[in-house]
């Protein structure tokens, strides 16, 4: 697959002058950052567990001798249906959060009693992963993402604080490009709070329009924006030559939308970048794009970068770094180096110098296939960790087929022979569906990674799931609706509107499940993974609703219909649309491919060896017939402490709680959440007691009815 393998040069002007891979800027003057300096911390302060998002905790009251021992505390019903991502703060003894709709709730933290809720009016039904807190120990502010607005809430009584932005909080929309009401942003995943600022990112469409992902700091105490960092790069500065000369005018995303951390005795926040809209063709956006699927070190003060790294040089396979980096300090050759370590969808781990930016293990560029789609020009080398191995098989073959029944291997065989699979970077075809292995969802995703801060061992939860997509020709739409659907829905529903359920509903007959009225407040505010689309008339709308009860319909006026995304013809030739995430499962809905399809695995970042892994969640049905251990899709993250335990829900399908042996993986204990916990824990200690709490319920996953509920353990 490979023509050739090229060792990365460090400090060679290959990257000065194109932005390929790494570049870096010495820090002047950097204090030194010692994760295992920490002493007990019995909050959860930070999104993550800390600045540094170790997910790691000091406390050891439950530890792997008791933790078999833990029982219910208290539980807090939302009242709400939906799902939750969110993992809560604990600040004293009050726990802040939110419920499925986006209302900002503080219980206590002891008892789950609830102390106050805030409602902002706005409609709300997308992921909320957590909230940010500051506090110069004489006034404190609570900052919550609800849909595009950043609000600044008093922590004891949950009102918003006047001062701060307009009425206590400020339009993620404004200041981004153009009229901002046409913007598409919302703040699902907070940003870090570093002296008097707020850093955030934003999720934005994977289609065009969209904004540019900028990020953006503003003030705590009044709202006021301080500093920007152009992602996609504006003239005269650097990165600019990576993309077309205009691409800061109409190219969009390049967002942070998976968190950041923070090095507050350095002053540098880390900021990693996912791919450029739109998400699988680039034919408007030529190069390799910076600073799209990067992780970036930024002047925490200024905004200035420090260095970057590149993961995807040019992404069309939506490989955006799933969540935010960890700090790590780790021991070579005697001497300890403080490190970050950056997870990925394709299931590859990169450790660098946090300081320096400098790579702890080899990263070669490979060369990979070029495109043959008219429009297309990828990147001619992607980068490749040579240590760790990846965390995900990098394949799929055909041995590795399902052999649950003989029919489901029959059929697998056959589909996957109408397959293109070579690995990695392949990019898509018109004819044939290309596996992507790991999954769009990874590999790793958002819940992020958990590290022994003493140890220097990361715990990593992975998916192991194959998908297909491809492009196709998007030709004259029959009507302005069909246009619509193409251009902003197809790349999630599929051309066929078929979806890829649960994760992406299939609209075939939605006039039949929803009324217009419903499908309108969808597309207005989002649901899900889907993000809002203010920029579509109320004609476009219109068209859409149409198409969607009548899809052979011919109607409107084909020379009034104006593309809203893809790539027009006066640019990049003729226009491709993404032919749908299409998950590769078999005629019974079980993964058309071999266990195991999760897996929670620890690796040794001073070595970069791995300590075990085991396989995570399974299909209750398929283990009430004998066959267990099979793993599972998972999302929400690990969460590690002193006490050598590793707490994680996370499991798609069977709703469990676990707790796993840090050192080496075997399970300790785990029980039946009252739906499926697909959030990052928390743990903190409150009047002389340890506690583990996990948000359960659907939301994007949803595969039964389900409402948001919050589980607290305690040792009895």
């Known amino acids: 697959m490979f023509s050739?393998?090229?060792?990365?040069?460090?400090?060679t002007a290959t990257f000065l002058a194109g932005g390929v891979g790494l570049h870096w800027t010495p820090i002047a003057s950097a204090a030194h950052s010692s994760s295992e300096s920490r002493g007990e911390v019995k909050d959860w302060p930070s999104y993550g567990g800390q600045p540094a998002n170790d997910h790691y905790s000091t406390l050891s009251q439950i530890n792997r001798t008791n933790v078999s021992n833990l029982k219910v505390a208290w539980t807090f019903e939302t009242g709400e249906d939906g799902g939750m991502e969110t993992n809560p703060l604990v600040i004293g003894r009050v726990l802040y959060t939110y419920t499925p709709s986006q209302k900002v709730i503080a219980l206590d933290a002891a008892t789950g009693k609830l102390l106050w809720k805030f409602d902002s009016g706005v409609p709300a039904e997308q992921p909320t992963r957590g909230l940010s807190y500051w506090t110069d120990s004489k006034q404190a502010r609570l900052f919550a993402g609800i849909m595009n607005y950043l609000y600044a809430l008093d922590p004891q009584t949950g009102k918003p604080i006047p001062g701060f932005g307009e009425a206590g909080r400020i339009d993620l929309r404004k200041g981004l490009r153009g009229d901002y009401q046409l913007q598409s942003i919302a703040l699902t995943t907070p940003g870090v709070v570093y002296k008097d600022l707020i850093i955030v990112g934003g999720e934005m469409p994977e289609t065009l329009p969209a904004?540019?992902?900028?990020?953006?700091?503003?003030?705590?105490?009044?709202?006021?924006?301080?500093?920007?960092?152009h992602t996609i790069p504006h003239p005269g500065e650097f990165g600019y030559d990576t993309w077309p000369a205009d691409a800061w005018q109409h190219s969009g995303a390049a967002n942070n939308w998976s968190g950041m951390s923070l090095d507050a005795e350095r002053g540098v926040v880390y900021v990693p970048t996912g791919s450029a809209s739109f998400d699988f063709y680039g034919g408007d956006r030529l190069g390799n794009?910076?600073?799209?699927?990067?992780?970036?070190?930024?002047?925490?003060?200024?905004g200035k970068r420090i260095w970057h790294f590149q993961g995807v040089h040019h992404d069309i396979w939506d490989r955006d770094f799933p969540s935010a980096p960890s700090l790590v300090t780790v021991r070579r050759n005697g001497k300890t180096i403080d490190a970050i370590a950056q997870t990925t969808k394709q299931g590859?781990?990169?450790?660098?110098?946090?300081?320096?930016?400098?790579?702890?293990?080899?990263?070669?560029?490979?060369?990979?296939?070029?495109?043959?789609?008219?429009?297309?020009?990828?990147s001619p080398t992607q980068p490749h960790p040579l240590k760790p191995e990846p965390y995900a098989r990098q394949i799929l073959t055909e041995d590795m087929l399902?052999?649950?029944?003989?029919?489901?291997?029959?059929?697998?065989?056959?589909?996957?022979?109408?397959?293109?699979?070579?690995?990695?970077?392949?990019?898509?075809?018109?004819?044939?569906?290309?596996?992507?292995?790991?999954?769009?969802?990874?590999?790793?995703?958002?819940?992020?990674?958990?590290?022994?801060v003493k140890s220097g061992v990361i715990y990593i939860n992975v998916n192991e799931m194959a998908w297909t997509g491809g492009l196709q020709r998007s030709g004259m739409a029959k009507s302005p609706g069909e246009e619509t659907y193409r251009s902003q829905c197809s790349v999630c529903h599929g051309a066929d509107r078929a979806g890829s359920p649960p994760g992406f509903p299939s609209l075939v007959q939605i006039d039949k499940r929803l009324t217009d009225d419903q499908i309108k407040a969808v597309v207005h505010h989002g649901r899900g993974r889907m993000p809002t689309f203010p920029g579509l008339s109320d004609s476009q709308l219109d068209g859409l609703l149409s198409f969607l009860k009548d899809p052979a319909?011919?109607?409107?006026?084909?020379?009034?219909?104006?593309?809203?995304?893809?790539?027009?013809?006066?640019?990049?030739?003729?226009?491709?649309?993404?032919?749908?995430?299409?998950?590769?499962?078999?005629p019974d809905h079980y993964p058309a491919i071999a266990p195991p399809w999760g897996t929670l695995n620890a690796i040794d970042l001073n070595t970069g060896e791995y300590l075990w892994?085991?396989?995570?969640?399974?299909?209750?049905?398929?283990?009430?017939?004998?066959?267990?251990?099979?793993?599972?899709?998972?999302?929400?993250?690990?969460?590690?402490?002193?006490?050598?335990?590793v707490f994680i829900g996370a499991s798609l399908y069977d709703s469990k709680f676990h707790a796993f042996d840090s050192r080496s993986g075997k399970l300790l204990w785990e029980t039946k959440l009252p739906y499926a916990g697909r959030a990052t824990p928390a743990t903190y200690m409150v009047d002389g007691k340890q506690f583990v709490v996990v948000a359960t319920g659907g939301g994007r996953y949803q595969i039964a009815p389900a409402k948001g509920v919050y589980v607290a353990f305690t040792l009895p």
Do not use: C
Not at 4 to 11: D, L, P, R, S
Not at 211 to 229: E, M, N
């Open 211 to 229: 904004a540019p992902g900028d990020i953006r700091a503003y003030d705590v105490h009044t709202g006021a924006t301080r500093w920007t960092f």
């Open 613 to 645: 892994k085991v396989p995570l969640g399974e299909y209750p049905e398929l283990a009430a017939k004998g066959v267990k251990n099979t793993g599972s899709e998972n999302y929400g993250g690990p969460i590690v402490t002193a006490g050598g335990v």
């Open 348 to 378: 590859f781990l990169y450790l660098f110098d946090r300081s320096t930016g400098e790579p702890l293990f080899p990263i070669e560029e490979r060369e990979y296939p070029f495109s043959a789609t008219p429009g297309e020009v990828t």
């Open 553 to 586: 319909s011919i109607s409107g006026d084909k020379k009034e219909m104006e593309p809203t995304s893809g790539v027009s013809s006066d640019k990049a030739g003729p226009q491709y649309s993404f032919t749908g995430y299409r998950k590769f499962l078999d």
């Open 289 to 302: 794009d910076l600073f799209a699927n990067t992780l970036l070190a930024l002047d925490a003060n200024t």
């Open 4 to 11: 050739k393998k090229t060792t990365i040069a460090f400090f």
């Open 402 to 452: 399902t052999t649950r029944t003989p029919e489901a291997h029959e059929w697998a065989v056959k589909q996957f022979r109408t397959f293109r699979s070579e690995g990695q970077f392949v990019p898509f075809g018109l004819d044939k569906q290309t596996v992507i292995f790991p999954g769009f969802d990874g590999g790793a995703e958002w819940g992020g990674p958990a590290i022994d």
